[in-house]
């Protein structure tokens, strides 16, 4: 199988992490990557936030009850609202979205390529985390991205909710 | 009765935390993650507490809490992640009667 289709089709979310530490030339590569992903407009209204300092790790756990990872680095997908504005979009354009999702998942795909491994965290308080990190008022923290080394001990991943397959996601043709 | 005490305020500030932003962001997903941020509370509260529990808490601590990340894996099955609450219930109410002087008078 073509490597890139492999490396897409064996990535999985990863909620249990070792301490092992991640290598800065790693976490260089994967923000890269993160850099590379497709933008709406090339607007590229992301920005990313690396946290690999204990005690702040530590404290965004404790406002993220989603982060079930203890991961050695954490990545922050912010949105830039001074970028978004100056090119006269609103909150209220998906193209925001898909641009962290496009990212997310390059950022996904790049640290599985290196062999480490990745969940997203979604479920933590905005305004805490904006404290925590001291946050301009014009960026807004989007989604966290916990990189590290998948504990030995980690459990496999939430059972499916149903079987699926691209067939049954996919439509061909008119209605 | 200091030397009762279980939670240090450090600790006990923390689990606020998390359930104060579990309080907030379950206002944004689904109600089924309900109790599983409870769950994760009550692993976290565990956690702090285990070391410095009684004879009484801590096998009920130990042999059940640490199953909850499995559980979590079952979410959705909904009659098999019903069926581990139910589990859980039954051994916290065997816990609370080992505290309680109801245990005493059996």
Known sequence: MNETLRNIKTRRVVREMSEEPVEREQ???ILEAARWAPSGG????????????????????LVAPGMFQRAPVLILICTNWQVVEAHGLTARDRALLI??????QNIMLATHALGLAAGPVTSYSKEAVRIILNLPAHYSPEMFICIGHKAASARQGMRAWQKITWRDLTHWERF | MQADWVLKEDEAIELLALLITSARIQMDEPAHYGPLRLLTAVERLSSLIEARSSQKSRG????????????????S????????????CRAVAGCLLRHSALEDEA
């Open chain 1, 27 to 29: 976490i260089e590569t």
């Open chain 1, 42 to 61: 090339n607007l590229r209204p992301n920005r990313y936030i690396v946290i690999k300092a204990a005690e702040t790790r530590r404290l965004l756990r």
């Open chain 1, 99 to 104: 641009d962290i999702g496009t990212a997310a």
């Open chain 2, 60 to 75: 009920f601590l130990q042999d059940n809490i640490e199953r909850i990340p499995d559980m979590h894996m079952l979410m």
């Open chain 2, 77 to 88: 099955d909904v009659e098999a992640y019903t069926e581990g609450l139910d589990a859980l």
